[in-house]
Nanobody, 127 residues
Framework: QVHVMESGGGMVQAGDSLRLSCLVS????????MAWFRQAPGKQRELVAA???????KYADSMKGRLTISRDNGKNTVYLQMNNLEPDHTATYYC?????????????????????WGQGTQVTVSS
């Protein structure tokens, strides 16, 4: 049984930074493609950032330059560093895991590709 748990959300002001963490238990974390998605009220869930088992990364164009995704296989944890946040970034942020390995720099961007999900952590950015 794979269990995914996010932490680190909260309420911040515009311009602030926040680091989200995601701990995965069960399975073989080092082989997973890990991703962060977000969903704002009334909107579809969308990919924010992803990292494969070999360290390839992908970022949402709308947030590129503000984000860094990283993983620590020794701690079964993936992180999302978000800088210079804006009110439009307010959403529930979800961590997701995909058991499949990918090569050639290709990374899945649709939520259906990811088998395991956390409950989400709320990020609220005030102006």
């Amino acid at each position: 049984q794979v269990h995914v748990m996010e932490s680190g959300g909260g309420m911040v002001q515009a311009g602030d930074s926040l680091r989200l963490s995601c701990l995965v238990s069960g399975g073989i974390f080092s082989g997973y493609t890990m991703a962060w998605f977000r969903q704002a009220p009334g909107k579809q869930r969308e990919l924010v950032a992803a990292v494969t088992s070999d360290g390839s990364t992908k970022y949402a164009d709308s947030m590129k330059g503000r984000l860094t995704i990283s993983r620590d296989n020794g701690k079964n944890t993936v992180y999302l560093q978000m800088n210079n946040l804006e009110p439009d970034h307010t959403a529930t942020y979800y961590c997701a895991a995909d058991r499949h390995r990918y090569s050639g720099g290709w990374i899945p961007t649709t939520s259906s590709a990811y088998e395991y999900w956390g409950q989400g952590t709320q990020v609220t950015v005030s102006s």
